[in-house]
């Protein structure tokens, strides 16, 4: 499902009062466009304001530099829609404050303009903008891979090709791994990128509290995507532990012996 996260533009806008007379302005003009929606979807953008007593003239929204819908309440029809690649209004759910974008794709990343002007005798004129990205997210979670090196462990994290890239980010059990690991982005083609990250720990002969450690990695693009990979289990090899992995949902994660992670242990738990 998506959840719209909007910007919020504070805004305080024109606003002239008149001598002696009360005041004709266009203030608070603010505009709401998500940050990041999945692509394919309907997007909403909202522009509120407030005219006082002033009346509205024309509303006209943009993307980049480019109008593609104005609102003028005194022409016939009022609404008029401007034909720009990619952006498909529906003009039954957009009015003089709102637009509704069908089937939005990548390429409509971008920043989104509301310019509000106020009719006669003022004519003011407010312009808000706010950047918005339609994600094309992977369809599958990541891929983890792990494997052991001398002393250490390496596990590597992939996420598929999406728009924009995907952030990895690591957890043993439930605890985040602070600054980890950084993510690294390769070209995919078509525009899609790659993201994946690898992770080093140390093996030492530390046990760590909770016994079993669980690591995984979680790819995610701002708040409309996000994929848990299957959980590693990490665990000692000693013969008790050992009856946990008999316990272990078959599918949920693979059994690693044998390891514990003094470095990665001191910064996992001394938070
Ligand atoms: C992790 O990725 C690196 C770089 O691509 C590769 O050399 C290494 O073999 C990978 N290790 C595992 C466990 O997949
Ligand atoms: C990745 O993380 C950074 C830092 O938290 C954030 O600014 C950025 O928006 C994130 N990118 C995506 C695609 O979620």
Redo the contacts with the bound molecule.
């Keep these: 499902m998506t959840r719209l996260v909007f910007v919020f533009i504070a805004v305080f806008a024109l606003h002239t009062c008149l001598d002696g007379g009360g005041c004709l302005a266009l203030r608070g003009v603010k505009l709401w466009v998500p940050e990041a929606v999945r692509a394919g979807s309907r997007v909403r953008l909202l522009c509120d304001y407030d005219l006082e007593q002033a009346a509205l003239y024309s509303i006209k929204w943009y993307r980049g530099d480019q109008e593609f819908y104005r609102y003028v309440p005194k022409e016939s029809p009022p609404t008029r829609v401007f034909a720009l690649p990619g952006v498909n209004v529906d003009v039954s759910l957009s009015d003089e404050r709102e637009v509704t974008l069908e089937d939005v794709q990548p390429r409509l990343t971008g920043e989104y303009k509301c310019e509000v002007s106020a009719d006669a005798p003022l004519f003011h004129t407010d312009i808000k903008t706010a950047h918005m990205t339609v994600v094309d997210a992977p369809t599958e979670a990541p891929l983890i891979?792990?494997?052991r090196q001398r002393d250490f462990i390496?596990?590597?994290c992939t996420s598929r090709p999406s728009v924009p890239a995907a952030n990895i980010s690591w957890l043993i059990n439930s605890h985040q791994i602070p600054n980890s690991a950084p993510t690294v982005v390769s070209d995919a083609g078509g525009g899609r990128k790659t993201s994946?990250s690898?992770l080093q720990l140390a093996v030492a002969s530390l046990t760590y509290p909770e016994a079993v450690m669980r690591l995984r990695c979680v790819a995610a693009i701002f708040k409309v995507y996000r994929r848990s990979s299957e959980s590693v289990e990490l665990v000692d090899d000693a013969p008790q532990i050992a009856s946990v992995l008999g316990h272990s949902r078959s599918g949920a994660g693979r059994a690693y012996p044998a390891m514990v992670f003094a470095a990665l242990l001191l910064s996992a738990t001394s938070r």
């Design positions: 891979s792990v494997e390496v596990a590597n994946w690898s």
